[in-house]
């Protein structure tokens, strides 16, 4: 099992950056992907960023003003979020998927953090 912790939303005017945090407890060693998404009101989950084994991978709408990256002591993601835009105004879920014991595949969510950006 592992458990994921975001932290570092808030509010923020337009233009300003924000720094979000995942922290994953647990069995993490299997981790090998990490991914946030983002829920705005009334909108579907869309894919922010995700970082695998092989690379880095952006939504369009983030391209050029997010970064994704990850520590491995401890075992977190970071996402790194500059020239936030109002329409960046989002509840952030950090995923992260792996192999557990027995390489049984497994993915864990955690609760989300807020994100608000004023005009």
């Known amino acids: 099992q592992v458990q994921l912790v975001e932290s570092g939303g808030g509010l923020v005017q337009a233009g300003g950056s924000l720094r979000l945090s995942c922290v994953a407890s647990g069995d993490t060693l299997g981790i090998n992907t990490f991914a946030w998404y983002r829920q705005g009101s009334g909108k579907q989950r869309e894919l922010v960023a995700d970082i695998t084994p092989s690379g880095t991978h952006y939504g369009d709408s983030v391209k050029g003003r997010f970064t994704i990256s990850r520590d491995n002591a401890p075992v977190t993601a970071f996402l790194q979020m500059n020239g936030l835009k109002p329409e960046d105004t989002a509840v952030y879920y950090c995923?992260?998927?792996?192999?557990?014991?027995?390489?049984?595949?497994?993915?864990?969510w955690g609760r989300g953090t807020q994100v608000t950006v004023s005009s």
């Open positions: 995923k992260a998927e792996g192999l557990g014991r027995q390489l049984t595949p497994f993915f864990s």
